[in-house]
């Protein structure tokens, strides 16, 4: 099986992928974990990540689709993926789909978490992140105090640096603006399942399961 995942920031859709990626013996890719890996890396890549980072830019498309490769070609033999938040922009479809066929990880099911804007800003401001293994946790879920350490790795964790009111929203008006168009063409392909996210995790992970059994 072979799933791309896609929700706004907030909407739990790491923590699914995780799930998912337990369930049905999946490597998860997490493409913004693999990002923020790259921009702390003293490299021409890293470097310029990293500035786009900073500058709360989009990662261009080509650059994007060759992380992917990476990453893909590092799965064991016979396993599926979910990959989360690739592709992300209406101009990568057809450049990560071909390559996931080329790669023989043919797109299963897409699966969109849905949670309405000012939930995804109430949850977003209690992410914190570990300054280790880079894993995002939201407080009160996954920690209950900020001064837990990582459940993963047990580093120290600490709120992300663009988890601001200004990135936060430019974020999630990206999403919309960006992303939705590629998850209409999934629901325009019949491969997309639609999940009402603003529900606890275990819910959330249940309809997932009985969407995908259908």
Known sequence: MNIIIFGPQGSGKGTQADLLAQKFNLAHIET???FREIARDDSELGRIVKALNEQKEMIPDDITIDVLRHSLEKVPAGMGVIIDSAPRTFGQILGVEQMLDEMKFPIDKAIYIKLPYAESIARISKRYACTVCYR??????QIKDVHEHCPTCGGPVMQRGDDTPEGITKRLDTFYKIT???IEHYRNQGLLIEIDGNKKVEKVFSDIIEKLAE
């Open 136 to 141: 995002h946790f939201v407080l009160g879920n």
């Open 180 to 182: 939705i168009p590629v």
């Open 32 to 34: 913004g974990l693999i």
